[in-house]
């Protein structure tokens, strides 16, 4: 292989580190999370800003013989924002090839278009609470398939009202799945139970598991 050709297969690595996944399909099980650097976005609640300028430039081989020391079946591609690498795609499809579970965390801000359809899907949809909903890419919501799900990061009640108002609009509960989490520390996940159950809302309510477990850690 050309140097240009192995250069072209290079990823912008923040961490990979082995944890028990804390949201989603695959909450509980132990996951490797491989983390690329960069976000386009700057969503007033991020907790992985650290991702957001820092990491080294891997070669997709030694990403993938990272991951694979960790002895796990389960792994997650998240940031910063993965897509924002085009060779995010090929991670993807290689750790397909390879037989893993494997998920992707994304913003919902870029096309997901060329994710490999082996992949479970978490797409964000941004609340006003976020100060980023002006970046959700509606085209994306054709693209989903029963396997992906969307998830919604509950700041207040406005944004509750307004993620049920935006469910309704789009009809969102007839694609995948869709998660209602509340932010960390700004609503209490009691309010958002209640809230959902008094309008019988087609969604799942979801705490970070990891996040109970570890609070802020970095890495975990
Ligand atoms: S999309 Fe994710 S990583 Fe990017 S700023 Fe928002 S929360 Fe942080």
Redesign the pocket.
Known sequence: MSVDAVKRERLRVNEIFHSLQGEADSVGFRTVFVRLTG?P???R?????Y?FHAGDWHDLDSVLESVRKFDATHVCVT???PLAQPNCLKLLERLCDRGFHVSLET?G?LDIAAVDTRVARVV?VKTPG?H?SARNRIENFDLLHARDQLKFVICSREDYDWSKEFLREHGLTQRCGILFSPSYSEVSPTALAEWILEDRLPVRFQLQLHKILWGDTPGK
């Open positions: 976000c976005l700057r969503c609640y991020c907790d992985t800003e991702a940031g910063g924002e913003s801000a964000d976020s980023e």
